[in-house]
Every structure is written in C-alpha cells, then in structure tokens.
C-alpha cells in the first residue's frame, strides 16, 4: 500500500477542488495521494476522477457524519463552501462548521479553508456607502467566510486561511463576458473605476493550494491570498480585444448601477466591487503574484489564460 499521505479535496469535481486533483494526480512522484469527495460517486465527473486516479469518496457538506467519514485517515483537507448553489451566508457558515469539527476529529493534520475578507472589518455596517444586505452582511459571501474563519481556529486544527480570487472563468461561466451593445461593439462591464482588480485563473487556485500542502509548516494558522495579476479594467478590455480579435471597450459601472441589474447576487456582487475598488489597495496586498509564483510556477497571466479560454466565452 501506498505511503503517500492523503488529501480530501472537498469540490473535487468543481473548479478549486478539481483543480487541487489534477495538480496532485499530475505529480505522480509526489508525496501525496488524493481522495476526491463528491456527493455522486457515480456522476461522469466523479467517474472521470476515478479513471484519472483519484480514489473518490461520497460526502455532503451539509451531512457531518459523511464528512467525518470521508476525512478518516487523511492527512490534509481542502475545505470550500458553495455560496452561489444556495446564497445562504448561515448554511455557508454551518458548513465550514461541520468540516473544521470533522478534521479535528479525524486528526487531520491540515487543513486549507478557502476563504475571503469579512468585509464588515473594512466597512461596518452603520458606514452607508453600501446597502447593508440580509441584515448583517455588506458582502455575505465574504463576510461568511471570513466569520467562518472562527470555526477552524475553535476546533484547534491546523489550517492555512487562504485568500481567493476573482476566477477569470466566470467570464465563461458566470456571464461577465464582454456584451455587444446597442452600437455593435463589445463592451466589458465590471465596477471597478480605475483600480485593480486581483484574479486567477481557476485552475491555478487548486494548484497553489497544492503548493501550500507541500510547505505545511510555514502556512499553518495564517492568512495566505493568491492571485494570478491585478489588473484595470481597462487592461482586462486590451487583453479581451487582443484575444477576440476585436475591439472591446471598458464600461465601468457604478457599484450602485451594478446592484440594480437584478440577477440573483447582484447586490452582493456589487457590494464585492465596492469593496474591491474601495479597498483595493489592502486588497491586492493581500495576494502577492509573487508569492502565488512561488507556490505555483505554472501561474498564469490573463493573457495566457486567455489564448486558452477566449474561444469558451460565450459569444456576446
Ligand atoms: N467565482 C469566483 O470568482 C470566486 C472567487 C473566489 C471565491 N469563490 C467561491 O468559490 C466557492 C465555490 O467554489 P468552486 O467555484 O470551486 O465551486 P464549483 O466549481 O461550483 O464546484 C462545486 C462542486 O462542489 C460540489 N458540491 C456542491 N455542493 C456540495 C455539498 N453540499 N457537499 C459536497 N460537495 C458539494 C459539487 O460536486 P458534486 O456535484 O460532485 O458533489 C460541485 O462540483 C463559492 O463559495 C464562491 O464564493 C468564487
């Protein structure tokens, strides 16, 4: 039997955890072995783990006995909730919850949360610039997740708290890509003013955690944040044209503008670019490139994403 010490890839099947898997498969050599969870075993993506060498693993986030039991026995765990699937800041906390308690009882020895800025930290919730949503939150996405940081430090386990990025993919898969206008030319939306903005390409989260696993000891019990640049939203439009082969003009929306287009999550969405613009400074200090370069030299830039992706981006 294999000595490789395990890590449970919790999302082993979407874009962080799928990500991780691939990068530890790919480092046949390495000292880890991986164990894909996913709630359907039987599902093509699990299968497809499965035949790549992944050893796969059922378990629910909200189901705490199936996290436990899918933890037994690994070393490491990649821990990542799934707000968009549900928009619940409590369920996403109470998640974070059953994971943290469910490494601490299988010994884990590491675990890496994917997690983001509690915004509430940087604008609380009496300073008006932004609605204050659900109640408690300006950005429940984030905010739940920093809050949630609490749970892995509470249940005394070893965790590297790591900072995420904007994934350049939700230009493919979460309508962000440039939309032609009234006018015929493609336009690129985001509320970022003139100020930078950090992203990844998604699958360069996976790998950088895989980076962090190697060099266990310097992580643990800090906050860590990759990005792969930070960029304008005018440098993302130049790179968009050169890759579309077309021109692409930058339209920075208003924040305000951005919450009022009425998807699921815009609000929360147009909080998260308030944020970002307003604190993008802190923000991008947060997610050194070098840094994610030193975890993963296979890093890339927009632009290499790009000759990769831009045939993905829906047409506008
Ligand atoms: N989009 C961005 O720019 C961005 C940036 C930073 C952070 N994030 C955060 O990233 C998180 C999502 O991660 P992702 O993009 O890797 O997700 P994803 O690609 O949507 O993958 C989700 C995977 O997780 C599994 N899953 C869903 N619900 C589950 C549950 N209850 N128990 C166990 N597994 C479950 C599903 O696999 P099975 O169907 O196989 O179970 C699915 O394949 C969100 O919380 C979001 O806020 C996103």
Request: charged share 25%; aromatic share 10%; proline share 5%.
């Amino acid at each position: 039997m294999s000595d490789r010490k395990i890590i449970a890839v919790v999302g082993a099947t979407g874009a962080q955890g799928g990500g991780l898997v691939r990068s530890i498969l790919a480092d046949a050599g390495g000292e880890f072995a991986v164990r894909a969870i996913t709630r359907d075993a039987a599902s093509p993506a699990a299968r497809a783990l499965a035949a790549a060498g992944a050893e796969v693993v059922a378990a629910d986030i909200d189901d705490a006995a199936s996290v436990r039991r899918a933890f037994e026995g690994a070393h490491g765990a990649y821990c990542v909730t799934f707000f968009w699937a549900h928009f619940s800041p409590d369920k996403e906390m109470a998640q974070a919850r059953a994971m943290a308690a469910a490494a601490r009882d299988a010994g884990v020895r590491h675990v890496v949360w994917s997690t983001l800025e509690d915004t509430r930290r940087f604008i609380p919730l009496d300073d008006d610039r932004m609605p204050t949503l659900m109640g408690r939150y300006k950005v429940p996405h984030f905010d739940a997740k920093g809050e949630a940081d609490e749970a892995f430090r509470d249940a005394g386990v070893p965790t590297t708290f790591l900072l995420t990025s904007f994934y350049w993919d939700n230009l493919i898969h979460f309508g962000m890509g440039p939309k032609r206008g009234a006018d015929g030319k493609l336009a690129f939306v985001l509320p970022m003013g003139d100020r930078k903005l950090p992203g990844i390409a998604a699958e360069d989260i996976g790998r950088c955690a895989h980076g962090i696993f190697r060099r266990e000891t310097e992580f643990t019990g800090r906050t860590v944040g990759i990005a792969g640049q930070h960029l304008t939203g005018t440098e993302m439009a130049a790179s968009l044209a050169a890759a579309l082969g077309e021109e692409v003009r930058y339209e920075a929306v208003p924040p305000a503008v951005y919450r009022g287009f009425g998807f699921p999550g815009a609000d929360d969405l147009g909080n998260m670019f308030q944020f970002n613009h307003d604190f993008s400074d802190e923000f991008c200090a947060a997610r050194s490139i070098e840094f994610s370069h030193s975890l993963n030299p296979a890093l890339q830039t927009f632009d290499a994403w790009l000759k990769v992706n831009a045939k993905r981006i829906p047409p506008a």
